[in-house]
């Protein structure tokens, strides 16, 4: 699909509706511009949302690691080495 876009004052550029529609793209997603040899590339931009954790919030969970370490390390018992593991008979 073509469409002729049109730059306004402010740099602003607007998509027809059946080109958005095509795409599937909706109010506030973002594109990302990139230069080519042909051209000016448009393609939708992926985003995901970032959590930002307080160092409150990090202690709590290396302490739950801690606490799931020390739960592991008493229910799965060291290996034996090689030459002393029993043999089903």
Do not use: C, H, W
């Not at 590339?41 to 370490?69: I, K, N, S, W």
Request: net charge positive; hydrophobic share 45%; no cysteine.
């Amino acid at each position: 699909m073509r469409a002729t876009l049109t730059i306004n004052s402010r740099g602003v550029v607007t998509l027809p509706a059946k080109l958005r529609q095509a795409m599937g793209l909706k109010t506030d997603d973002q594109l990302i511009a990139e230069t080519t040899a042909e051209g000016l590339l448009l393609r939708p931009a992926v985003t995901m949302p970032v959590e930002l954790y307080t160092e409150a919030r990090v202690r709590e969970f290396d302490a739950g690691e801690a606490d799931l370490a020390a739960l592991l390390a008493r229910k799965v018992p060291a290996a034996l080495p090689a030459g002393r593991r029993k043999r089903k008979t």
